[in-house]
């Protein structure tokens, strides 16, 4: 299991999840905020972040992600790696359904959610080649 690309991957979605933290930070500070990623009413990152699926019991999302792809992260040393399968399986799950609510509830494209849910598959792909 190439656990140097593993790491590079939760690096990406670190980044990524401070990005969406970012824009809910500013969805609340500037409520005409619109973000680079916005192209379109279906193709919008903040619509994403606005919405009642931006946040589970009142916390972003992104503060979920940092938290988890830091779990993966430290799953990749020796002494945690028993853990790391199960996190990225469950990884892959919850991308299913955030897709999901992004793509039937919301009705948008959030080109930065796509992003995670990509790290997601490839994590996914990385470590079922064991």
Not at 8 to 19: A, V, W
Not at 26 to 55: F, P, W
Not at 60 to 84: E, R, S
Not at 114 to 121: D, F, K
Request: positive net charge; hydrophobic residues 50%.
């Amino acid at each position: 299991m190439p656990i140097l690309y593993i790491q590079i991957l939760t690096g990406i979605g670190i980044i990524l999840s401070l990005y969406t933290l970012y824009l809910h930070w500013q969805a609340h500070r500037q409520t005409n905020y619109k973000a680079v990623c916005d192209l379109s009413d279906r193709m919008s990152c903040m619509k994403s972040i606005r919405s009642d699926e931006g946040k589970i019991f009142g916390i972003p999302n992104g503060v979920y992600g940092i938290g988890f792809y830091a779990a993966i992260y430290a799953a990749t040393f020796p002494q945690f790696q028993n853990y790391l399968f199960m996190l990225v399986v469950l990884g892959f799950f919850a991308s299913l359904y955030f897709a999901y609510q992004l793509y039937f509830k919301v009705k948008t494209l959030c080109v930065v959610c796509t992003s995670i849910y990509l790290v997601n598959i490839l994590l996914l792909v990385l470590v079922l080649q064991k």
